[in-house]
């Protein structure tokens, strides 16, 4: 009988977010640089690696798979595995298989997701703006986004957007996004912008857009009511009365959430991270290529488990950005 992922600070480990590429489509401006080096194609786990990976973790207990990127839908022959993974739901091993995508691709791998077994889909989406959409991600297209939404509402997928609130970037659009999700029957999540990553040209400081501001304004309109929903996520969940939709507030600085934390994350190379703001980490796929059998991956799974910390360290409060880590959100995965 496997034994389940319990961490130090009696923390079930049920959530698994595993990404399968380091390559994106889009540059967002605090996601990763411009001219990114990316990793070469011998580095990252193949499709079959990552499915024996994520199997492995389902059987100690992982209930939710999420698969994420950079753009997760640009890796050739993604459906494969997405197809083979939902075995694990037809068993009932695994309750929810779904993704965080910049929605490029939706429009076309909208209706196999489906097919898959996915039901839901995170959309990162920070403006409606289409000339403040292409300053944001470098490269993307605003109407592609919108189109693979449509897309992907029509092929039956449940959509939440997820919104980085920007200070000076897309304040002026609060009820514009709120607006647009709740005619759509869209769930929206806000998340405080985090110190990733080389941060080059990019002032963090004058980012951050403290929550607790956004959701001031959000009570000047709407009657918010907050709700239990918990996830065991970083997320807290209020509903706008006059709209009856869910809003999200996923707050790394302004309140730490890391006391219910019941997820790890997988990269790309196959290195569990057990905390998104801390640089600890462990190697999983020099146990998983070093033997067919699973016994050596399973422990060293455990033993990563047996590390994960109590919390994160973002604090901007003294107005200087403290517990920065240097990778990118891509290479951890979205």
């Not at 080059?200 to 959000?218: C, F, I, M, T, V």
């Not at 050596?296 to 003294?318: C, N």
């Amino acid at each position: 009988m496997n034994v389940p992922l319990i961490d130090p600070f009696a923390r079930a480990i049920e959530y698994l977010r595993v990404s399968v590429t380091d390559r994106c489509d889009f540059r967002c401006v605090y996601c990763m640089s411009e001219n990114m080096t990316f990793l070469p194609k011998k580095e990252l786990l193949t499709l079959e690696e990552l499915d024996r990976l994520c199997s492995a973790f389902i059987r100690l207990g992982v209930k939710k798979l999420r698969i994420t990127g950079g753009e997760p839908l640009v890796r050739r022959d993604i459906m494969t595995f997405f197809r083979s993974m939902s075995r694990h739901l037809d068993s009932g091993a695994l309750r929810e298989l779904t993704l965080t995508t910049n929605g490029s691709q939706l429009a076309r791998f909208a209706d196999d997701l489906y097919a898959a077994g996915i039901r839901r889909v995170n959309v990162s989406l920070d403006t409606l703006d289409d000339e403040k959409f292409a300053k944001i991600t470098r490269w993307g297209r605003l109407n592609q986004v919108l189109n693979g939404i449509d897309a992907a509402q029509k092929a039956g997928l449940r959509i939440k957007i997820n919104t980085v609130a920007l200070k000076g970037f897309n304040e002026d659009e609060l009820f514009t996004l709120t607006d647009w999700c709740a005619a759509r029957d869209i769930d929206l999540t806000f998340i405080e912008v985090m110190p990733m990553g080389d941060l080059g040209n990019e002032d963090r400081l004058g980012q951050y857009w403290a929550l607790d501001d956004l959701r001031g304004r959000l009570a000047e309109r709407f009657a918010l009511t907050d709700l239990p929903d918990n996830t065991g996520g970083p997320a807290r969940y209020v509903r706008l009365e006059e709209t009856g939709q869910k809003i999200g507030f996923i707050t790394p600085l302004t309140h730490n959430f890391c006391e219910s934390c019941n997820r790890v994350r997988i990269t790309c190379t196959g290195e569990i991270y057990t905390c998104l703001g801390q640089e600890g980490h462990s190697d999983l796929r020099g146990p998983l290529r070093a033997s067919e059998a699973d016994a050596d991956l399973e422990q060293a799974i455990h033993a990563a488990i047996a590390l994960k910390p109590k919390g994160h360290d973002f604090d901007y409060s003294r107005q200087q950005i403290d517990g920065q880590v240097s990778r990118h959100m891509s290479h951890t995965g979205g």
